[in-house]
């Protein structure tokens, strides 16, 4: 059972949003709700990549140096970056200095390039892994789910680095492809209607 909290404005909101009002503002404004668009799911699945064994809240605190680092998260840009600008990035205290996830973003948008062109968009590809839950029901606490497992496999599969079932049932928790909004959070009925009225990306 998702836990929730009230704040100061007497509306309750999952509990894992307390700590911060950063973390409330990106819970009520981004977290949860459907995403089609292929830049911010690219700025999306990597930043959580990045988030892999730190808290969210420091990838927070540093996106707006993320998206100054990697050119907005264009993949197409990003997919040019030399070796060059790798060590640059290493460098760069702005952001997350971890030369595996700095490479395996640049490798990333190379194939997320390859994905366009077999699906027509990253979208097409990525929703198509969108499980099939009961919105009326409380959701479960979860760290992965069979399609986050299925998605990082053949993710995998394709080259793509840092996208560990784990890492992927985030990535669907943050881009809406699952509402996990406690029942009586803020969120809960927003997600819903979004997700109702979202016309699903389909492959070319």
């Known amino acids: 059972m998702i836990e929730t909290f009230t704040a100061a404005d007497n509306k309750p909101r999952c509990e894992w949003c307390a700590a911060s009002q950063l973390y409330i503002d990106y819970h009520d404004n981004e977290w949860g709700y459907p995403v089609v668009d292929d830049q911010r799911l690219f700025e999306k699945i990597c930043l959580e990549g990045f988030q892999s064994g730190l808290s969210w809240l420091t990838i927070l605190v540093k996106r707006e140096n993320f998206r100054a ?23 760069d205290a702005g952001i997350v200095r971890h030369r595996g996830k700095i490479t395996a973003t640049v490798n990333n948008a190379k194939k997320a390039q390859q994905i366009i062109k077999e699906f027509g968009s990253l979208a097409a590809y990525f929703w198509q892994y969108e499980p099939k839950r009961d919105e009326s029901i409380e959701p479960e606490v979860l760290a992965t789910c069979d399609e986050s497992i299925a998605l990082s496999k053949d993710l995998k599969k394709r080259g793509w680095k840092f996208v560990g079932p784990t890492t992927m049932y985030a990535f669907m928790q943050a881009m809406g492809m699952v509402n996990d909004h406690a029942l009586t959070c803020i969120g809960h009925a927003k997600s819903k209607q979004l997700r109702e009225q979202l016309i699903r990306p389909k492959t070319s």
């Open 69 to 91: 680092a990697f050119a907005d998260f264009d993949f197409n840009q990003v997919a040019t970056f030399t070796d060059e600008d790798i060590e640059r990035l290493v460098l």
